[in-house]
């Protein structure tokens, strides 16, 4: 597969100081990259770069291996979709798609044929003649997608389309992006500060951090390996138990446990709420009291205060009936991922 978009050490300082520095990253055709972050890490920076509407201070950015900084926006082979739909109020959902092609002195019947696939993709085929003042927020994202969709952009760079809506509109409208792209092979540069969006639509996740990238992964590898106590904490539900490792093994109070990548001294142990479970064992589990049962369908959150700390784990329906508030318990954990201790 071929390199599609290709950010090589990216600079671009504001006076305030802030802004992203040393940005690298090549984009496969066909592929979907998310940039994941809190607010303000330079996500839009990255993508406003990309697309034009702002003025990098060093470094390039090249589509198919061609250098597209000397491009204004509309030149480039780029197209965005904002979080905001940015409809034409006053045209119907058929002009605010055709618009763009009849800039481009496409024939009358080609732009009819074009609007319609598009709209079929999107499957808004009935909205064709309303305005979008009429359509649900979902309906509006949908159309915006569209138009982008029509200029056969070699990159669409989206930058949270979805943050408006609501949760289950969300979910649905991940799904159809998914699917979209799927169907039409496009490069997508997809941006959220949402861990669950980002986990859940990309090939590849960046995870940003204060202008700078901390890791560049599969969603299940930033998952299951982050490099960084930034990324552990940031994506997923996560205990942060401190402890004392010696190699391959990390001492938690009394109770001794295997972690994954071997640390010396004090660290931070890293246990996802699926990886705690219940043990009748007296030797390497911890002792706890049940605090919270939180039945969240199939499966219930349990508070487990253990020491100072209170453990979170996830638990079965069926197992989670027999239990109670104040029962005393004993916990182990089935994978610990560790790092250094930042205070040490
Ligand atoms: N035009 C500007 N002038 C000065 N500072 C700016 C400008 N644009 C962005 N910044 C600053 O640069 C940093 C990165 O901003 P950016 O908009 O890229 O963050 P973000 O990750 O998209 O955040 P959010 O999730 O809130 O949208 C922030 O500290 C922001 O305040
Ligand atoms: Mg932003």
Known sequence: MSIQLSIRDLNKRFKTGDGVKGISLDVMKGELVTLLGPSGCGKTTVLRSIGGFLAPDSGDIQIRGSS?????????PTAMVFQSYNLWPH?????????????????KDEIRSLVQEALKLVQLESAEHKTPGLLSGGQQQR???????????????????????????????????????????????????????????????????????????????I?????????????????????TGTGRSVAVGEARFEQER???GAVIAAVRPEDVYLTEQETNSLPG????????????????????????????????????HGQ?????????????SPGA
């Open 68 to 76: 597209i900084l000397h491009l204004p926006p509309e030149k480039r």
């Open 91 to 107: 045209m119907t959902v058929y002009d605010n798609l055709a618009f763009g092609l009849k800039l481009r002195k496409k024939k």
């Open 143 to 221: 159309v915006a997608l569209a138009r982008a969709l029509l200029l056969e952009p070699e990159v669409l760079l989206l930058d949270e389309p979805f943050s408006a809506l609501d949760a289950k509109l969300r979910m649905e409208m991940r799904e159809e992006l998914r699917d979209i792209q799927r169907r039409t092979g496009m490069t997508m540069i997809f941006v959220t500060h949402d861990q669950e969006e980002a986990l859940s639509i990309s090939d590849r996740i960046v995870v940003m951090r204060a202008g700078e990238i901390e890791q560049l992964s599969t969603p299940q590898e």
């Open 223 to 243: 998952y299951d390996q982050p490099q960084t106590l930034f990324v552990a904490g940031f994506i997923g539900r996560i205990n942060l138990i401190k402890g």
């Open 262 to 264: 071997a640390h010396d």
């Open 289 to 324: 009291m049940i605090r919270q049962i939180m039945i969240l369908g199939h499966y219930a959150e349990v508070s487990v205060e253990s020491g100072e700390q209170v453990l979170k784990m996830f638990v079965p329906r069926e197992q989670s009936a027999r239990l109670h």
């Open 328 to 340: 005393q318990v004993r916990i182990g954990f089935s994978r610990v991922v560790s790092f250094p």
